[in-house]
């Protein structure tokens, strides 16, 4: 048994759950947000909570049932808070820049890189090197922030590169004289 799948979710006031088939859609303040559920899964809407179910009792739909709890629970959270991300760029003459819908990024090429945004996250930048990332959907911001580390990963020796705020890069020493 699933222990995260057994745990109801509260639903906070202003937040509204649809259920259509295998279709939830989660509306609230900051916007809506719909996902398929697979068929084994069971999810029903009593008393201001949300319970998901097993249709059929196997490991594999176990597992399942508290993805599932998990990504529902991710939804409700999104549309009433919101997440954000948090990047730091290092490195001597790194910045980065938003212009329109997309993010510009100076981290030692020869010429800037264009990062298009996707319209659900908006992205802010201070001082030129910390990006902060805003989304309701956590699966889709955690992918575009990865996505724009991977414009260049932090390097090891003198730790240049784009980083996640609470990412720690392990140094290593570099060449010792004679």
């Known amino acids: 048994m699933s222990r995260i799948g057994k745990q109801p979710i ?11 088939g295998q279709k939830i859609t989660v509306t609230g303040g ?26 059929v009792e196997s490991t594999r739909v176990n597992a399942f049932r508290g993805l599932t709890r998990s990504l529902i629970h991710n939804m409700v959270i999104g549309v009433t808070d919101g997440f954000k991300k948090v990047l730091l760029i290092e490195g ?5 820049a938003v212009k329109g819908s997309s993010l510009v990024l100076n981290v030692g090429y020869s010429n800037p890189v264009d990062f298009p945004l996707p319209a659900a996250v908006s992205a802010k930048v201070d001082s030129n090197t910390t990006i902060l990332l805003e989304s309701i959907d956590k699966e889709l911001l955690g992918l575009v922030a990865a996505k724009i580390r991977q414009v260049r990963k932090p ?8 980083r996640y705020a609470d990412e720690h890069i392990v140094r290593k020493v570099g060449k010792s004289g004679a």
Do not use: T
């Not at 906070?12 to 259920?19: A, N, S, T, Y």
């Not at 390097?155 to 784009?162: A, D, F, L, M, V």
């Open 10 to 20: 509260a639903i906070p006031d202003g937040v509204k759950i649809e259920l259509s």
């Open 30 to 55: 900051k916007g809506s947000l719909q996902r398929n559920i697979i068929k084994d899964i069971g999810v029903l809407v009593e008393d201001n909570q949300i319970k998901v179910s097993n249709k």
């Open 92 to 96: 001597v003459g790194y910045k980065a």
């Open 155 to 162: 390097e090891p020796y003198k730790g240049k590169g784009i």
